[in-house]
C-alpha cells in the first residue's frame, strides 16, 4: 500500500516556475514508477510526466522542454518542476504510482497506475 501526497501548488504568473512534490508512504517506494498527471475545469485528467526507477523519464509533447520530473528515492519523494509556464497549465496537478509492469509501454493512461494522491491546485495567471 502506498499513500501519496502533493504539495507545492499554487499561483504563478506566465512565464514563471513552480515545482511540485509528492510524498509517499511505505517502504516499497523505489519498486514503483512514478507519474504526474493534471485535470482542468472541465477537461479529462491528462498524462503530464513519468519516471522509472532508473531516472528515465517520458514527458507529454504539451510540457516536453519547460516541465522535469525527478525522484528522490531517500526521501520518497517525486518531484515535478515547472519552468515558463503558461495559463493552458492551470490545472489540479496529481501525482500516481505504478508497478513499471503496469505502467509501461502505456504510461499516458490513467488505468495503468494503482495509487493516487488528492491533487494540488496550479494557477497560471496573465
Known amino acids: 500500500q502506498v499513500q501519496l501526497q502533493e504539495s507545492g501548488g499554487g499561483l504563478v504568473q506566465a512565464g514563471g516556475s513552480l515545482r511540485l512534490s509528492c510524498a509517499a508512504s511505505?517502504?516499497?517506494?523505489?519498486?514503483?514508477?512514478m507519474g504526474w498527471f493534471r485535470q482542468a475545469p472541465g477537461k479529462e485528467r491528462e498524462f503530464v510526466a513519468v519516471?522509472?526507477?532508473?531516472?528515465?523519464?517520458y514527458y507529454s509533447e504539451a510540457v516536453k522542454g519547460r516541465f522535469t520530473i525527478s525522484r528522490d528515492d531517500a526521501k520518497n519523494t517525486v518531484f515535478l518542476q515547472m519552468n515558463t509556464m503558461a495559463l493552458e497549465d492551470t490545472a489540479s496537478y496529481y501525482c500516481?504510482?505504478?508497478?513499471?509492469?503496469?505502467?509501461?509501454?502505456?504510461?499516458?493512461?490513467?488505468?495503468?497506475?494503482?495509487?493516487w494522491g488528492q491533487g494540488t491546485q496550479v494557477t497560471v495567471s496573465s
Open positions: 519516471i522509472r526507477r532508473s531516472g528515465t523519464a
Open positions: 511505505g517502504r516499497a517506494f523505489t519498486k514503483y514508477a
Open positions: 500516481a504510482a505504478g508497478d513499471p509492469a503496469s505502467v509501461f509501454p502505456y504510461y499516458g493512461r490513467r488505468r495503468q497506475y494503482t495509487y
